[in-house]
């Protein structure tokens, strides 16, 4: 899933519209979302993928960014 938040943001995708941008890749590799081993049902999958593009950007994101892997919003601080 990180892989195709980070594939979806350096193509220029918003931080907003990742939870969409993840589904296409998953859809777009004829994958499905499963929890427990079973697949998520289709009225919980847009909750899920919502919470794992949270996720990555409250969790990932600030790595990504501080290891120079993506662009950072405000320059780096000195020191």
């Not at 919470?51 to 969790?59: S, T, V």
């Amino acid at each position: 899933m990180e892989l195709l938040a980070l594939n979806a943001l350096s193509q220029g995708c918003s931080e907003a519209a990742l939870a969409g941008a993840i589904d296409a890749g998953l859809r777009a590799l004829d994958q499905t979302m499963l929890r427990d081993g079973q697949p998520v049902p289709e009225s919980e999958r847009q909750a899920d993928l919502e919470r794992l593009a949270e996720n990555f950007r409250r969790r990932c994101l600030p790595l990504l960014r501080r290891l120079g892997v993506l662009g950072s919003a405000a320059p780096p601080q000195p020191g």
